[in-house]
């Protein structure tokens, strides 16, 4: 870590938001060195005015890593351009975000010949040589800017930053000198920074395909490396250890309701009948999704939960995401609170004696060729989604019992060996996105 070469003297800034600058600095503030505007109605502009060519219209999501991505922005026609000349764009203009989310920062380069903002953004740029762009632009980012945020909502969240707010923010400024000294440094240390961090979301990146395919390689060809394989016949699946044998899911569930249910119909299971100082849980796709079981808020009384008693979820239940993001797989752990599923999930139960949950878990949830099978049949359902009828057709590799416990046990170690890794690395990502945080904030300080 670098280690920051104070100066001699600093003394109070006299603002809350800043603390202590040196000695030598001064404050100033937005409305007194800043030229600040933005869309306000802009003559009704509306989305179906939005061409394929023609002058290009910024918006907050075409902000990316402080810059403005042109490939993604609108374009609207020189008439409505030449309406609104304040909010014309120049070269190395500061673009900050004053809704949705408040302060995102992007400067101006490459700019086309016309560009002008939609709403959402002020624009600024400094007068009479008062700062550099780019020492304000590392000021927006840093915590003198997010306390002023944190200061002036009280306690209270902002959903818009109001151009009078904005023009009060009072920040740290020194000499020109300084001010490019800082930027530079703060370009090149931010730099090493975000390919320190670029470099580690890759590792886990690597680490999450290493994971999938070590599920992959246990479940369809199993743990000896030199077992005697077959052609299973069927194209996408390949061979397979050759004591091994195919079968349908229906006939690794239960027999009728109990191997097989979809979630209640929508009509059975209202809002109204929800809250969260009820007994009984409601389990949706976002518990499976995110193999979250705590989350959500849907609760319902006893009474419902007696009614819909036939949709309750046990321990070693599988349910399936079967609408949006299809195919999601779980096993229910142990000791979840007592609660039944939504309409948007499909339980499985299944005859252990030839499959055992978790295995079908790792099938379901990490086979490329299950998952083919699902968007094949899925594409011709009206709903675009799973149904009992798909789900029980899917054609799956089934060692024996023994030989699915031990690849369980064999994954179960590897799996958690991958994810206290990535959880490790998720650690450091956190901690360097922290220390530039900070870096930022001592170096404009």
């Known amino acids: ?70 490939d993604s922005c609108y374009h609207i026609s020189m008439e409505r351009y030449n309406e609104a000349p304040p909010i014309q764009l120049r070269e190395n203009d500061l673009l900050i975000t004053k809704d949705g989310t408040i302060g995102k920062v992007a400067i101006v380069k490459n700019k086309p010949k016309y560009a002008i903002l939609n709403s959402g953004i002020f624009v600024t740029r400094p007068k009479n040589s008062a700062y550099l762009t780019e020492f304000m632009y590392w000021i927006l980012n840093s915590q003198v800017f997010n306390r002023f945020i ?110 097989i249910k979809i979630g209640p119909f929508g009509s059975s299971l209202k809002l109204d009948d929800m809250d969260e100082s009820n007994p009984y849980k409601v389990y949706g796709q976002e518990n499976i999704i995110n193999n979250d079981f705590t989350r959500g808020n849907r609760f319902i009384t006893q009474e419902k939960f007696n009614e819909m ?52 878990e790792y099938l379901i949830d990490n086979t490329n060729y299950v998952k083919e099978q699902m968007n094949y049949m899925s594409k011709g359902s009206i709903m675009s989604g799973l149904n009992s009828s798909i789900i029980k057709e899917i054609i799956l590799v089934i060692p024996s019992v023994v030989e699915q416990k031990e690849i369980i046990d064999f994954l179960e170690q590897k799996t958690a060996e991958i994810d206290d890794l990535v959880t490790k690395i998720k650690i450091q990502i956190q901690k360097l996105k922290e220390y530039r945080q900070s870096l930022i904030s001592e170096a404009v300080t």
Not at 2 to 20: F, H, L, M, N, T
Not at 38 to 55: K, S, T, V, Y
Not at 226 to 248: A, C, F, Q, T, Y
Not at 337 to 360: A, C, E, W, Y
């Open 1 to 70: 870590m670098i280690k920051y070469k104070r100066y001699e003297r600093y003394k109070d800034s006299g603002v809350e938001w800043i603390g202590e600058i040196p000695e030598h600095w001064g404050v100033s503030k937005i409305k007194f060195t800043t030229y600040v505007k933005g869309r306000i109605g802009w003559q009704g502009l509306r989305a179906d005015e939005f061409i394929d060519e023609g002058p290009y219209l910024v918006t907050g999501t075409d902000f990316v890593d402080g810059l403005v991505n042109w």
């Open 150 to 259: 944190e200061y002036m909502s009280l306690g209270s969240t902002i959903v818009h930053l109001y151009q009078q707010t904005f023009e009060n923010f009072s920040f740290p400024i020194t000499n020109l000198n300084e001010q490019k000294t800082i930027v530079d440094f703060l370009n090149k240390k931010t730099s090493e920074i975000d390919d320190l961090i670029a470099d580690k979301e890759r590792l886990i990146e690597l680490l999450q395909e290493k994971r999938q395919a070590i599920i992959t390689e246990a479940v369809t060809k199993g743990l000896n490396p030199n077992v005697r394989m077959k052609d299973s016949g069927i194209e996408w699946i390949g061979e397979i250890p050759e004591h091994w044998e195919l079968n349908k899911l229906k006939y690794v569930i239960r027999n009728g309701k109990e191997g």
């Open 309 to 360: 008693c036939g949709y309750q979820l046990f321990s070693g239940d599988i349910v399936i995401s079967m609408m949006g993001t299809i195919g999601k797989c779980k096993v229910i752990p142990l000791g979840i609170q007592p609660g039944i599923m939504d309409s948007h999930l499909i339980r499985l139960r299944t005859n252990n004696g030839v499959m055992l949950p978790k295995f079908l």
